[in-house]
Every structure is written in C-alpha cells, then in structure tokens.
Nanobody
Framework: VQLQASGRGLVQAGGSLRLSCAVSGITFSKYAMGWLRQAPGKEREAVATINFSGGRTYYADSVKGRFTISRDNNKNTVYLQMNSLKPEDTAVYYC??????????????????WGQGTQVTVSS
C-alpha cells in the first residue's frame, strides 16, 4: 500500500489549507481512511476518520466544525479540508488506511498503512 500526501504549507491563523492523499495498492473503495497528526513533543492523535463509502465521518473535538474529511473513490484520494486554522493545529499530518475490509470504524480505529507525513504550520 502506498499513500502519498500533499498540501503541506505555512498559513496564518484563521486561514485554510487542504491536504490530499493519493492511495494505491489496495481497492481504495473498500477501506476506511483517516488523518492523524503529531505535534512536537506530543503523541500522535487522530484528527478525522471516514468509512469506506464516505457516508460516516468522525472528528476529534478539537477540530469539529473546522475540519472536513472526504474521499473520492473514483480518484483513490482522501482529503482533509482545514478551515479557521489555529497555531495549535501545527503538526505533521499523516494519512492512513485501514487494513480490514468494510470495517465499522470510529475515531480511534487502528490503521495499518501510513503515508510519509506532511508538515502544516500555522502562524499566529
């Protein structure tokens, strides 16, 4: 499985950024996906997850109402739209793929495959 994230950037607080993650090596439409992040000195945390069809999404409390996860199963790509960014959103963001077909997921679903990470920096 290969996951290639893009969309890294430096934005000012209140700005927006969209991350994309192109996935290959699996039948994308059969697996849940997620975005996680790790800030310096902190543990990796789940930001948002989406089920295989895109019909169910889950968000960390810290990003609810500001971030939107979505997927295009025709393009084998998952997205994270980030609005109203805050300095505390600064982190390396990772996309991840589930390893279980059609799994019923939650925010804390353990993912099996990971992308290389993309840096998001929000200045105050």
């Amino acid at each position: 499985v290969q996951l290639q994230a893009s969309g890294r950037g430096l934005v000012q607080a209140g700005g927006s950024l969209r991350l994309s993650c192109a996935v290959s090596g699996i039948t994308f439409s059969k697996y849940a996906m997620g975005w996680l992040r790790q800030a310096p000195g902190k543990e990796r945390e789940a930001v948002a997850t989406i089920n295989f069809s895109g019909g169910r999404t889950y968000y960390a409390d810290s990003v609810k109402g500001r971030f939107t996860i979505s997927r295009d199963n025709n393009k084998n790509t998952v997205y994270l739209q980030m609005n109203s960014l805050k300095p505390e959103d600064t982190a390396v963001y990772y996309c991840a793929a589930d390893g279980v077909l059609y799994r019923v997921i939650s925010l804390t679903t353990p993912f099996d495959s990971w992308g290389q990470g993309t840096q998001v920096t929000v200045s105050s």
